[in-house]
């Protein structure tokens, strides 16, 4: 009954948050990378990195629905991810790890108070494939099949990889057991493809130095901007905000330190090195949780409503009740945010313009062998500003051959 109950939600939720991908389908993105390296080199591109990283998960699926039909592919895309989506969503659940009060932090992914980016979109499932490699992390015990697969898949399409593995090491450390050893050695070597793939394929625009200005940003970014909305106060406040709930969570959690164990230790030190991750890859002060790079924030925000439920499990009725008010606050902030002006393609529900895949796949069998044909990529919604991706029509012609279902006339 409960994984039925997840998967009905799940399912609800991103309707909820892309319900225009459901009416209107469409490929996003660095999708249009993937459909250049398929056209010109078929599923020998898998292994093509995407920014400079592996996303075997995004891959697998973008790849198979252009297999599937490629007229269609849109359609395809989204069902195959809204299927992968509710598969995570069950691991959070039902995974034997040591997070506490399992299935809410199940709808906590679904949940999460950022724009609707990731939900919904074949190209963003990579992020999702990740929320495994922080199961793996917290595992409890048995399933060590289950367990390595997570690994395998999470660590061939996240660059999460690499802090996961150098904390799973540390687990092994303190564990010396077998299947520990086995887990960290595997996952050290995920990161390393991943971490020598990203040294030769991409470029920084972060802020290394960690200066007082940069954690100031980062408090306000990724604590303030998290409980207290990201549009109603003042920008400089949130920094304060930031800093007053950090203290207020490290004093809930002082107060529950007998029960609260090392594997609450690995989730505040993955948060802080995914934070750290953040701060190195993208500029912190320019990216926000609704209109710039929001997909930056779905894992800190995850992890700090992952914590928020651990220390409220062990704890009494009030820092339950505290707790849990300021956590329907951020979301009650994140779904309003959608209702200030000026933010068509920014909020908890996020829109986009319709274009018909179809009618341009068919449009572009029309022309001649190597004349050009422009195929519509979306990347922010708006439909007056498509990514363009070239494709002769020879090439349209062979993907449309080669689709099993779904062929244009």
Not at 48 to 59: D, E, M, R
Not at 241 to 247: F, Q
């Amino acid at each position: 009954m409960l994984a039925l109950s997840l998967v009905v939600a799940t399912v609800a939720v991103l309707f909820w948050r892309r319900p225009d991908q459901f009416f209107a389908p469409m490929i996003w993105a660095e999708d249009s990378t993937i459909l250049g390296d398929y056209a010109a080199h078929g599923w020998a591109s898998i292994v093509v990195p995407i920014q400079g990283y592996h996303i075997l998960s995004t891959k697998l699926i973008t790849m198979s629905s252009f297999q599937l039909s490629f007229a269609l592919a849109p359609y395809f895309a989204l069902w195959i991810t809204v299927a992968f989506t509710c598969l995570v969503v069950l691991a959070v659940a039902l995974s034997p790890t040591h997070l506490r009060l399992k299935p809410l932090c199940a709808l906590a992914v679904l949940l999460v108070p950022t724009d609707g980016e990731v939900f919904a979109v074949s190209e963003y499932s990579f992020w999702w494939a990740g929320i495994l490699l922080l199961l793996a992390l917290l595992w409890d015990h048995g399933l060590p099949w289950l367990r390595a697969g997570y690994i395998v898949l999470g660590g061939l399409s996240s660059p999460l990889i690499g802090p996961a593995a150098v904390l799973l090491a540390g687990r092994a450390a303190l564990e010396r057991t077998g299947p520990s050893i086995g887990i960290a050695a595997l996952a050290t070597a995920l990161a390393a493809v991943q971490t020598i793939t990203a040294y030769f394929n991409i470029v920084n625009f972060g802020e290394v130095a960690l200066e007082l200005h940069t954690l100031k940003v980062a408090s306000e970014r990724l604590v303030g901007f998290f409980y207290i909305g990201s549009g109603l106060l003042p920008e400089y406040r949130y920094s304060r905000v930031g800093y007053v709930i950090l203290a207020t969570l490290a004093v809930m959690a002082f107060l529950r330190r007998d029960r609260l164990d090392r594997h609450f230790m690995l989730l505040v030190l993955v948060w802080a090195a995914i934070c750290a991750m953040m701060i190195v890859r993208a500029p912190i002060g320019k990216i926000h949780p609704f209109l710039s790079g929001p997909r930056y924030f779905f894992y800190p925000f995850i992890l700090m409503t992952w914590a928020g439920l651990w220390i409220a499990a062990v704890s009494g009725p009030v820092v339950k009740w505290v707790l849990g008010i300021a956590y329907m606050a951020a979301l009650g902030f994140a779904v309003a945010y959608e209702y200030l002006p000026g933010y068509r393609f920014a909020g908890f529900t996020r829109r986009h313009d319709h274009v018909d895949w179809s009618e341009h796949v068919r449009r572009c069998t029309q022309r001649g062998d190597t004349e050009k044909y422009v195929m519509p990529i979306h990347h922010n919604g708006d439909g007056n500003a498509l990514w363009p991706r070239d494709l002769a029509g020879a090439q349209c012609r062979a993907l449309v051959a080669g689709s099993l279902f779904g062929r244009a006339p």
